[in-house]
C-alpha cells in the first residue's frame, strides 16, 4: 500500500513538472504554427490539445510526428482551448477543409472531446454531401480524454472551462450517447491519471492501457509516439475509401 502511495506521489510530482516545463516551453517560443504537408500515401494529423495548452504545448509530438513521415498541422485558433468543446468544433473543421487524403485527429484531453464532436458532425456532414471533396477524416487518437468526464473537476467549480469536464455535464452525457463515432476512435489510457480516474471505455471504441503514467509526462514517451502511429495505420486500414 505505501510502496503504491509512494510511487503515485512521484507519478503526480513529474506530471506537474513535465506539465510546468510544456507551458513555459509553449509561452516562449514563438515558432510559426506547425503546416508540415504529408508526404504522397501518408496521412495528416491535425493536432488537438487539452484545456489551458496553447497548440506549442504539444510541439515536440508535432516533431516527432513528422520525423515519422507523417503530415501534421496545429489548430492556432484554438488558442489556450478555453472554449466549450462544442464552440471549438467550426475552428478544427476550417483546419481540417482544405485539406487533402487521409486526417487523423490526435488529441490530448479535453481536445479528444472536440475531436468526437468533429467526427459526429462530419459523418452527418457526409452523409448530406456537405464534406469537402479529397478529404477522407478517419478517426482520432485520444490520449488520456475524459470521456466519462473527470469527478476531481467538481473542486473547482468557479472554474468555468473545466465546468463541462464534471462527470456529469450535460455536454458530456450528449456527446456520450454519440455511440457510432466510437468505433473511428482510439483511446490511449495512461497507467495511472492523476487528472481523469479511471472511467468505463467507450463503447465499441478501441482502448489501449499504457504503462507510461501520468495526464502529462505521458505525452513525453516513446510509448505513446509509438502507440500513436500504430492506431493511425489502424484507424486508415478499417475506414472504408
Known amino acids: 500500500m505505501i510502496p503504491d502511495l509512494v510511487r503515485r506521489g512521484a507519478t503526480w510530482a513529474l506530471d506537474y513538472v513535465d506539465a510546468t516545463r510544456g507551458q513555459l516551453r509553449a509561452f516562449v517560443r514563438r515558432t510559426t504554427p506547425y503546416d508540415v504537408p504529408p508526404p504522397a500515401g501518408a496521412a495528416t494529423v491535425v493536432l488537438l490539445p487539452g484545456v489551458w495548452e496553447r497548440w506549442r504545448y504539444l510541439e515536440p509530438l508535432a516533431r516527432r510526428l513528422a520525423a515519422r513521415g507523417l503530415g501534421v498541422r496545429a489548430v492556432p485558433a484554438l488558442g489556450w482551448n478555453l472554449a466549450p468543446f462544442v ?10 477543409d482544405d485539406l487533402h487524403g487521409d486526417v487523423v485527429l490526435v ?3 479535453k481536445g479528444g472531446l472536440t475531436g468526437k464532436r468533429v467526427l459526429v ?31 476531481r473537476a467538481r473542486l473547482l467549480p468557479w472554474w468555468r472551462s473545466l465546468a463541462e469536464l464534471r462527470d456529469d455535464s450535460p455536454a458530456l452525457r450528449e456527446l ?11 483511446e490511449l489510457v495512461p497507467a495511472w491519471d492523476p487528472h481523469v480516474p479511471a472511467t468505463p471505455p467507450l463503447v465499441g471504441g478501441e482502448v489501449v492501457r499504457l504503462r507510461a503514467a501520468g495526464h502529462f509526462s505521458s505525452l513525453e514517451s516513446r510509448e505513446v509516439l ?16
Not at 452523409?127 to 471533396?133: G, K, N, S
Not at 456520450?176 to 482510439?186: G, H, K, Q, S
Not at 509509438?226 to 475509401?241: K, Q
Open 121 to 151: 458532425d462530419w459523418a452527418r456532414d457526409r452523409i448530406a454531401q456537405a464534406t469537402p471533396e479529397g478529404v477522407r477524416l478517419v478517426g482520432l487518437v485520444a490520449v488520456a480524454t475524459p470521456f466519462g468526464g473527470s469527478a
Open 176 to 186: 456520450a450517447a454519440e455511440t457510432e463515432a466510437n468505433a473511428r476512435i482510439v
Open 87 to 96: 464552440d471549438a468544433v467550426p475552428l478544427v473543421r476550417a483546419a481540417i
Open 226 to 241: 509509438e502507440a500513436i502511429v500504430a492506431a493511425i495505420d489502424r484507424l486508415r486500414a478499417r475506414e472504408p475509401s
Open 107 to 109: 488529441a490530448h484531453s
